[in-house]
Each structure stands twice: as structure tokens, then as C-alpha cells.
């Protein structure tokens, strides 16, 4: 049984959804859902699901102090679902290639800096594009910038809002996240 831990800023549906997939199996186990927001209904997710929640600061996250943390719970994978800030070099380095991140369309196009949730949508709509998806990539220490592992793709509608876009987006990170991870998880990283 391998331990995951959930890093996410927001909503939280992708870490729920991943708890779920993995909930009665003998593969894996979140253990941990972590947040720099401590608004974050990922949070009160956490705690509904009976998972362990903490909220930390960015000093925290920098000073080694959630490094110690997921030592302390004998991690073997990070999976960052909607988290916002730069993972530190220390915990990278801890993990390598260990940690993934999901990102709301086909990099290397519209990620980096800021773009994040519907401005991703939005950008996408606007530039024309037909197509959009989603990307499941490595973490170093750039924005949206590791090794793509797994792309998926959908169909941009020509009456396509930010919005209506992001839930089709939604249901293919739903699909296929904890998949990837499982896999991840089965077949070595
Ligand atoms: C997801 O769509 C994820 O791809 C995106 O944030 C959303 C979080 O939704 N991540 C990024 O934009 C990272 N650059 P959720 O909180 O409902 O899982």
C-alpha cells in the first residue's frame, strides 16, 4: 500500500475524486490533503472524507517543515490537484519524480504563471482554439513545465464559454487522473 498526498488551493473535486478512486483498494491511500489556503473548501473535503487536512504557510512550505511532514507520513507520491504556488527545490528534490500535477489544457500551450482555472478557458477560447484538454506532468521547479507523463483532448464548441468549457475539461481530469496515477503507482514512475 503506497501513500499519497494531496496538495490543492481551491475546490478540491479532482482530490476528492482521487480519494475516492483509491478508497477500499489495495494499491494506494491518500493520507494527506494539504493547502496553503486555509479557505479552501478542499479543506472541509478533507474532513468529510475523514483524511487528514493541514493547512501550512508558504514559510512552512519553504522551511522544511512540510518536508518533515510527509516524511513523517511515509509519502511515496505527491499529486497537485488546483495547487497555485511553486513547489520548493528541497521537496522536489526529496521526491523526484514522484510528484505530479494536472493542468487544464495542452501544454506547453496557455500554462505558466498565472494561468490557472477559467483564465486558462478563457485564453484558450480567445487565441481560436479547436481543441483544449488536459495535461498530467512532472513537477520541477518552473510553472506547468515537467515532463508531460499523459495529454487528453476535447473539442472546443463554438458557443464554448470559460465555464462551459471548464466542465467539459472537468470530466476528462475526473476520468483520467487517478488512472494515471494508478498506473504510475503499478508500473513504477
Ligand atoms: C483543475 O481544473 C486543475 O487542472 C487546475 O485547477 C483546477 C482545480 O479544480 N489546475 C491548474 O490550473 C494548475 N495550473 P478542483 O479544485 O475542483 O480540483
Request: proline share 4%; charged share 35%.
Given at each position: 500500500m503506497r501513500n499519497i498526498a494531496i496538495f490543492a488551493s481551491g475546490s478540491g473535486s479532482n482530490a476528492e475524486n482521487i480519494v475516492n478512486h483509491f478508497k477500499g483498494g489495495n494499491i494506494a491511500r491518500v493520507v494527506l490533503i494539504l493547502s496553503e489556503n486555509e479557505d479552501a473548501y478542499v479543506l472541509e473535503r478533507a474532513r468529510k472524507l475523514n483524511v487528514t487536512s493541514i493547512h501550512f504557510s508558504l514559510e512552512?512550505?519553504?522551511n522544511g517543515k512540510i518536508l518533515s511532514t510527509l516524511k513523517y507520513y511515509s509519502i511515496d507520491m505527491i499529486v497537485?490537484?488546483?495547487f497555485l504556488k511553486l513547489f520548493p527545490q528541497s521537496i522536489i528534490e526529496a521526491f523526484p519524480q514522484k510528484i505530479v500535477n494536472i493542468h487544464p489544457a495542452l501544454l506547453p500551450k496557455y500554462g505558466g504563471k498565472g494561468m490557472y482555472g477559467d483564465r486558462?478557458?478563457?485564453a484558450v477560447i480567445e487565441a481560436g482554439e479547436s481543441e483544449s484538454g488536459i495535461t498530467i506532468h512532472y513537477v520541477n521547479q518552473?510553472?506547468?513545465d515537467g515532463g508531460i507523463i499523459f495529454q487528453a483532448r476535447c473539442s472546443i464548441l463554438s458557443d464554448?464559454?470559460?465555464e462551459t468549457?471548464?466542465?467539459?475539461?472537468h470530466q476528462l481530469e475526473y476520468e483520467y487522473f487517478p488512472k494515471?496515477?494508478?498506473k504510475m503507482l503499478r508500473e513504477g514512475y
Open positions: 512552512e512550505l519553504k497537485l490537484a488546483g486558462v478557458h478563457r518552473n510553472y506547468d464554448d464559454k470559460p468549457l471548464a466542465q467539459r475539461v494515471v496515477i494508478e
